[in-house]
Nanobody
Framework: QVQLVESGGGLVQAGGSLRLSCAASGRTFSSSAMGWFRQAPGKEREFVAAISWTGGSIYYADSVKGRFTISRDNAKNTVYLQMNSLNLEDTAVYYC??????????????WGQGTQVTVSS
């Protein structure tokens, strides 16, 4: 069983930055691809970023490319999402995920409970 616990969300002004963290339990973290999704009010959940277990393969949604950075620390069983130049459209609940296999060809099989990110003008 895998448990994912996100933290680091909050209220930030447009143009600001936040760093999300996701602490994972379970011995498979270091061999699992991890990712972040988000869901804005009234919208479907969407992909944000993903990282392979080695960190050698990284994918971003076009909407966050150049502003967000995903990284991981396998020694700490933690994956991060550094978010810079935040804008109002980034307001959403952000979810940490574990992928069932390699990215980008497989889907997530575990989800965290989510952390709210609110960007104000």
């Amino acid at each position: 069983q895998v448990q994912l616990v996100e933290s680091g969300g909050g209220l930030v002004q447009a143009g600001g930055s936040l760093r999300l963290s996701c602490a994972a339990s379970g011995r498979t973290f270091s061999s699992s691809a991890m990712g972040w999704f988000r869901q804005a009010p009234g919208k479907e959940r969407e992909f944000v970023a993903a990282i392979s277990w080695t960190g050698g393969s990284i994918y971003y949604a076009d909407s966050v490319k150049g502003r967000f950075t995903i990284s991981r620390d396998n020694a700490k069983n933690t994956v991060y999402l550094q978010m810079n130049s935040l804008n109002l459209e980034d307001t959403a609940v952000y979810y940490c995920t574990r992928y069932r296999g390699q990215i980008p060809t497989t889907a997530p099989d575990y989800w965290g409970q989510g952390t709210q990110v609110t960007v104000s003008s």
